[in-house]
């Protein structure tokens, strides 16, 4: 979503500030509001029959969370969770709604953004099923560091507080494989892990693990 749609969502809902690792809605939930992601991510998962999680998105800054339930009406289909400290823009379904209907250029945004997200989830089912885990965590974390990372250089400081299970859940991989895929990475000098910090040092060597 263009900085301009966000700004009009900016104008309607209440502000809210979520602490790390809270629920802002979980799977099942009824479809009561939508949100604007004003600082920090939001990590889409669902459940497995397993009891693991399949982290299928993370939202940034400007994107929306919640706008599938609230255009047709259903249960959330997914569980919504901060990454780190978050701050959202809340819209009661009521007001989205009317905002898309009085605004037809956010309405078309919307469209495109809808788009951009499929396009997105059937890019990470091929990558689920056609690479081996190392090369699908190379992937989500160059990913991560256009999106969220401060650049400088060929290094980027990825903003977040990512766990291996995060990104084991992102990339549809063990624990264990996904920690192998790290290490073998930190070992080319690549990244830098701590405590739920994650730092590409050098990223035009991650990108060679992502082909």
């Given at each position: 979503m263009t900085d301009v749609s966000t700004e009009r969502l900016l104008g309607v809902g209440v502000a809210v500030v979520h602490g790390p690792d809270m629920p802002v809605f979980?799977?099942?939930?009824?479809?009561?509001?939508?949100?604007?992601?004003?600082?920090?991510?939001?990590r889409i998962e669902v459940g497995t029959p397993t009891g693991d999680r399949l982290v299928l998105a993370m939202k940034g800054p400007g994107e929306l969370v919640g706008?599938?339930?609230?255009?047709?009406?259903?249960?959330?289909s997914a569980s919504a969770v901060t990454v780190g400290k978050v701050e959202l823009r809340q819209i009661s379904v009521a007001e989205f709604l009317d905002a898309l209907e009085r605004d037809g250029p956010l309405a078309v945004q919307l469209l495109r953004l809808l788009s951009a997200e499929?396009?997105?989830?059937?890019?990470?089912?091929?990558n689920r099923r056609s690479a081996d885990v190392a090369?699908?965590?190379?992937?989500?974390?160059?990913?991560?560091?256009?999106r969220f990372g401060e650049h400088n250089a060929r290094a980027a400081s990825v903003e977040?507080?990512?766990?291996?299970d995060d990104l084991a859940g992102w990339v549809g991989a063990t624990r264990e494989a996904t920690a192998r895929a790290l290490r073998r990475f930190r070992d080319d000098g690549c990244?830098?892990?701590?405590?739920g910090r994650l730092t590409v040092v050098d990223l035009d060597c991650l990108r060679t693990h992502a082909v």
């Amino acid at each position: 979503m263009t900085d301009v749609s966000t700004e009009r969502l900016l104008g309607v809902g209440v502000a809210v500030v979520h602490g790390p690792d809270m629920p802002v809605f979980r799977e099942g939930d009824a479809s009561h509001a939508v949100y604007v992601v004003v600082r920090g991510a939001v990590r889409i998962e669902v459940g497995t029959p397993t009891g693991d999680r399949l982290v299928l998105a993370m939202k940034g800054p400007g994107e929306l969370v919640g706008e599938l339930g609230a255009l047709d009406g259903r249960p959330r289909s997914a569980s919504a969770v901060t990454v780190g400290k978050v701050e959202l823009r809340q819209i009661s379904v009521a007001e989205f709604l009317d905002a898309l209907e009085r605004d037809g250029p956010l309405a078309v945004q919307l469209l495109r953004l809808l788009s951009a997200e499929l396009r997105a989830s059937d890019d990470r089912t091929a990558n689920r099923r056609s690479a081996d885990v190392a090369t699908r965590v190379a992937r989500c974390l160059c990913e991560l560091a256009d999106r969220f990372g401060e650049h400088n250089a060929r290094a980027a400081s990825v903003e977040l507080q990512l766990t291996q299970d995060d990104l084991a859940g992102w990339v549809g991989a063990t624990r264990e494989a996904t920690a192998r895929a790290l290490r073998r990475f930190r070992d080319d000098g690549c990244v830098r892990t701590g405590r739920g910090r994650l730092t590409v040092v050098d990223l035009d060597c991650l990108r060679t693990h992502a082909v």
